[in-house]
């Protein structure tokens, strides 16, 4: 990664107004590792504006976690962004241009791309491409290039980047958590980033109409086979004041049962269709059964959409993972 | 504690056979630093045993987090280990004498106790005591100690330490986390301890009836001034296979509602009692009203028992809860 460092540095000694992007519907490491390199370039006299298209969500916003968070424009090619004109675009946690949404377009192409991202489906497609499917979270990386580039942290940056870390890896539970991360770790909360709030705020905390759902989607609980499920319809969350069923804690959560290799969350949409949610336990993979229903995703960690009543989806999931887990466990066996 | 480190050593020096014991309903860091102490001590040729009344709960019972596990002994007094007689007595993870249980007796009056731990209520019972309150667990002292004293870190060592010091930090969520914690855990890491299977196995495993009264009990949760509560009655427990409730995960997730200062858990146990388990979110305490209610703890989890029918208890708890969290409301604000 030295020679891309390089021209990292290269492109930022030429330019003038430096706008970073990250991903719709952004999560802690997107927010994180944008707002943290702005703190950085910021401290050293750039000028940057973060822009993403959605905002920053909601349990996100606090100052203990995200300094600088209402500093996150929506709308960077708008007039009273746009007139200043951008000569550098930095994409954070971005494996490809379009999950840029509307804040990237056509008055951006002149402008040289930088692709800071930590996915292993990164397409590089930067002029520059700080990528690396190793790292934790793409707020580490940030970090890397800011120390091999011998830049002070600030402690603001440093708040930033470890909400990304900590968010990424569910405070180190999941994902690539090395030795060497744990240093990363230990210096930015010597920079003066605390640990505790980003757990409490950004992990732990959520509405009490979400904490209904996940009793009554739990209420309702199944076994079969090693694969733990529940179904959500439309009804069931009405009775949760129509709280969106949005929060991957529940699927984590119920692939923690010893009985179960797999969990499995279905949830009937208003407009008909069906999410489903799977994760796998170590040594078993729902990216194959997500792949052939149309959907995509990490080995442990997959869904799809299905244009399917609730009960048919349900059947026809189902009946793809047992056959699948059913091979799984014939090749651990074999 | 430098002192103590010195009077530590010389006793280990002079020492032929000795008993390690942690206290009674052992947890991770219980079984980690005495299991961690015990693979630093055998590698430098000490004859030890370790001990625990309660033996090692279910969930722990792996090598992959506590390798060992099956070497710790639940009668150390028997013929069969006592014959070879104990010189040296170490308690971890005990703040006094009566926590270790039937394990430490007038048969080992004879020999000197050594007190490692790091509770604030600690009564310093020991000849030696290596106790520090902002430790974040007893597994990180005694890195410590080996640390002072240049002991070298074997990988089973350091796997015992490691799960010690994330089962009682939540992973790095919660407790006494300073930066030089997670230079010791980067440490242990290096040293051949894994990080990921603690979580998977200590955190985040639960039975599927364990997750069925999760189910029940979200399902019948209340919100009343910023108090989130709910109740188990026995029938409840009954429905999902007679489980116990002794699951603190359960009210760690409920503080975390949003709308909530406090959670409250009330168990009916078989013998008619009702246990009242209550967590407070940050700049909140629920210590006065377990103490009040006959209780203990710490400002953030206490709890106690109360001899009422459910109902009663329910309200009386509540009462009690709503009239303290006034007073504390009206101290901010003051």
Redo the contacts between chains.
Sequence with gaps: MKAEIAAFHALLAASRRILLLSHVSPDGDAIGSQLGLRWLLQAMGHDVVAANQDGVPQLLRSDQILPGWQQVVQAPLSAKHAAGGYDLVIALDCSDLPRLGKVYGPALAHAPLVNIDHHITNLHFGAVNLVDPAASSTAEIVWRVADALGWPINPQAAQCLLTGIVTDT?????GH????L??V???L??AGAA??PI??LA??????DT??L????????R?EERI?WTAIPQAMRRGCNGVEQSDSGLA???V?????DVALILTEREDGQVDVGMRAA?GFDVAQVALALGGGGHPRAAGCSLTLPLEQATAQVLDALKHSLAQQRGALAG
């Design positions: 569910r405070s180190f539970r999941v958590v090395t030795p060497a744990l240093g770790a230990q210096q909360m010597e640990l505790a757990s409490e992990l732990e905390r959520r509405n009490v904490i209904c996940w009793g009554q989607a739990l209420a309702a609980l076994l733990i984590n959560f119920m923690g049962a010893e009985e179960a170590p």
